[in-house]
C-alpha cells in the first residue's frame, strides 16, 4: 500500500512538471537572476568604496606650492593641496585688491581650475598692460612659439587660426590640458579646427 502511495505521489509530481514546465523554468530563472544581480550589486559597490578611499587619501597627500603676486592684499608663495583651485589660491592670499583688473581677471582667469605645483599667478592692476595672468616657470609660451593653452590669453588664443572669442572662451573654462588631444577628446574644439591648431599650441 505504501509503495503504491509513493508511485502515485511521483507520478503525480511528473505530471505537474511537465504540464508546467515552462512556469516552473521561468521561477527557477527569475530566482537565479535575482540572485545574480544581488551579488554584483554588493560586489561592485564593496569595490568602489575601497577605490574611493584610497585614490581620496593618495590625492589629500600631495603638497603643492604656488607663487601669487600682483593685485592680491598678502602676495607671496603659499602652500595648498593639490585638490584646490585658483579660488582658493585669491582667498590665501587675502582676495584681490582694490585696484585689482577686475575685468580682465574676470574674462582671463578660471577660477575653477585646479592648482599645480609651482604655478605662478600673477593678478594685474587696473590699466596694466598684460598679455596672461596665468603663469608657469615657461610662461603663456614656450621657447618654441607655441601657444601654452593652459596659460595662455583669451587674446593670444583668438589669435590662432578659426579660434573666436566663444571657442577661446571654451579653451580657458577647460583649463587645465594634460596633453594639446584634450582638446579634441573633451570636445572644446571641433576636429578641423584641431588639425589646424594642434601644431601651434603646448600643454606641458
Given at each position: ?157 583668438e589669435e590662432l587660426p578659426r579660434i573666436g572669442p ?39
Open positions: 500500500m505504501e509503495e503504491r502511495s509513493e508511485l502515485f505521489s511521483l507520478d503525480s509530481t511528473s505530471k505537474f512538471l511537465k504540464k508546467n514546465l515552462f512556469i516552473v523554468i521561468l521561477v527557477l530563472g527569475g530566482v537565479l537572476l535575482l540572485l545574480f544581480g544581488a551579488l554584483q550589486f554588493f560586489s561592485e559597490d564593496k569595490d568602489s568604496g575601497i577605490e574611493f578611499v584610497r585614490n581620496e587619501t593618495e590625492i589629500k597627500a600631495e603638497k603643492i606650492f604656488i607663487d601669487i603676486s600682483g593685485a592680491v592684499n598678502n602676495p607671496g608663495v603659499y602652500e595648498f593641496e593639490s585638490t584646490q583651485r585658483i579660488n582658493d589660491a585669491i582667498e590665501s592670499a587675502g582676495g584681490l585688491s582694490t585696484d585689482a583688473n577686475i575685468e580682465y581677471i574676470s574674462r582671463n582667469v578660471n577660477q575653477a581650475q585646479k592648482l599645480s605645483d609651482g604655478m605662478k599667478l600673477y593678478f594685474p592692476f587696473e590699466g596694466e598692460e598684460v598679455e596672461s595672468v596665468l603663469g608657469s616657470s615657461s610662461g603663456s609660451e614656450s621657447a618654441g612659439g607655441l601657444v601654452n593653452i593652459n596659460s595662455a590669453s583669451q587674446r593670444q588664443l566663444v571657442t577661446a572662451e571654451k579653451i580657458i573654462a577647460g583649463r587645465p590640458y594634460n596633453i594639446v588631444d584634450d582638446l579634441l577628446i573633451r570636445k572644446i574644439v571641433g576636429v578641423s579646427v584641431f588639425d589646424q591648431i594642434k601644431d601651434l599650441v603646448t600643454a606641458p
